[in-house]
C-alpha cells in the first residue's frame, strides 16, 4: 500500500490554470503507475491522466486531453496534475491514486489502482 495525499485544490475562473499534487510513501513510489481520477457531486469516479513508471508513457481522459498534462518526479515522490483552460465541468474532488495496472488497457479503470488520496476539491466559477 502506497500513502497518498492530495494538494493544490481550490477555487478557480472558468479559463484558469491549476496544479494539483499529490505525495507518495514509502519509497517504492516509482515502481507504480500513478493516475488522477476526479469525481463530480452525482457522478462516477472519471479518469483524467495516468503515467507510467520512469515516465515512459502518459494517457489522458478524453474529456481533458489537450487541457491536462501529467508527470511525476520520482526522487521527490510526488506526481502532478496540471490542468489549463478549466471549465464548470472541471469542477470535482481530484485523486491520486497507485496501482499497477495489468496492461496499458487497464490504466482508465480506477479498479486497477489500489492505493487512493483522500482528495482535493476543485471549484470553477463561471
Known amino acids: 500500500q502506497v500513502m497518498l495525499v492530495e494538494s493544490g485544490g481550490g477555487l478557480v475562473q472558468t479559463g484558469d490554470s491549476l496544479s494539483l499534487s499529490c505525495a507518495a510513501s514509502p519509497r517504492t513510489f516509482d515502481s507504480y503507475v500513478m493516475g488522477w481520477f476526479r469525481q463530480a457531486p452525482g457522478k462516477g469516479r472519471e479518469f483524467v491522466a495516468a503515467?507510467?513508471?520512469?515516465?515512459?508513457?502518459?494517457y489522458y481522459g478524453d474529456s481533458v486531453k489537450g487541457r491536462a498534462s501529467i508527470s511525476r518526479d520520482d526522487a521527490e515522490n510526488t506526481v502532478y496534475l496540471r490542468m489549463n483552460s478549466l471549465e464548470p465541468e472541471d469542477a470535482a474532488v481530484y485523486y491520486c491514486?497507485?496501482?499497477?495496472?495489468?496492461?496499458?488497457?487497464?490504466?482508465?479503470?480506477?479498479?486497477?489502482?489500489?492505493?487512493w488520496g483522500q482528495g482535493t476539491q476543485v471549484t470553477v466559477s463561471s
Open positions: 503515467i507510467t513508471r520512469n515516465a515512459g508513457s502518459t
Open positions: 491514486a497507485a496501482g499497477r495496472p495489468a496492461s496499458v488497457y487497464t490504466y482508465k479503470v480506477e479498479e486497477s489502482y489500489q492505493s
